[in-house]
Each structure stands twice: as C-alpha cells, then as structure tokens.
Nanobody, 124 residues
Framework: QVQLVESGGGLVQTGGSLRLSCVASGRTFRSVVMGWFRQAPGKEREFVAAISSSGGRTLYADPVKGRFTISRDNAKNTVYLQMNSLKPEDTAVYYC?????????????????WGQGTQVTVSS
C-alpha cells in the first residue's frame, strides 16, 4: 500500500481558490493511479478527479469540470488538486487515494490506499 498525507485545505469565500497537495510514500508512486474524492456531511464519499500514473490522462466528475485540475509530480511523490471558482457545495472533506489498477477509475473500490482527509469549507 501507499501512505498518503493531504494538506492545503481551509476556509475560502465563494469564487476563491485552493490547492490541495497529497504526498505519498511506500509503493512506487510513479506506478499508481491517483485520485481525489470528497465527502460532505451526511453524504457518501464521491469521486472528484483522477490521474494516470504518467499524468497523461485525467478524469473529472461533472460538477468540477472546468474548475478543478488534477496534476502530479512523480519526482516529488505528490499529487495536486487545484480548485478554482469554489462554490459552497464544494464544502467537504477531501481525500486523496491510490489505486494499483492500470486504468484510472471513478470507483472507490478501485483504490486501496487513502489519506486522512483535509477539510475544505467554502463560505457564501
């Protein structure tokens, strides 16, 4: 498995931006698919974005397309989530996750390592 530590969450006003980071250790980072999920109070954890091991392919959930960008730096064992034009409905705990699968996936079950989460709160 991969050990994951997220950072970068916080409180921001509607329309603002945040960049989340997730540093990985353990399994060779450059060989794993990475994803971001989020969980709002009272709701199930949902897919946000994912990126292939090389960084050449990305996938986004419809609510964040055009506003969020996932990227990775394999030299730094880090994956990022740049969040722009934030809305109150983006408020959630954000988790990064690692998947041993060859293809990027939106499914929680494809990911076997999870970080502890970082809180993002968007005020109206």
């Amino acid at each position: 498995q991969v050990q994951l530590v997220e950072s970068g969450g916080g409180l921001v006003q509607t329309g603002g931006s945040l960049r989340l980071s997730c540093v990985a250790s353990g399994r060779t980072f450059r060989s794993v698919v990475m994803g971001w999920f989020r969980q709002a109070p009272g709701k199930e954890r949902e897919f946000v974005a994912a990126i292939s091991s090389s960084g050449g392919r990305t996938l986004y959930a419809d609510p964040v397309k055009g506003r969020f960008t996932i990227s990775r730096d394999n030299a730094k064992n880090t994956v990022y989530l740049q969040m722009n034009s934030l809305k109150p409905e983006d408020t959630a705990v954000y988790y990064c996750a690692a998947s041993p699968m060859l293809r990027i996936s939106t499914t929680r079950g494809a990911y076997d390592s999870w970080g502890q989460g970082t809180q993002v709160t968007v005020s109206s």
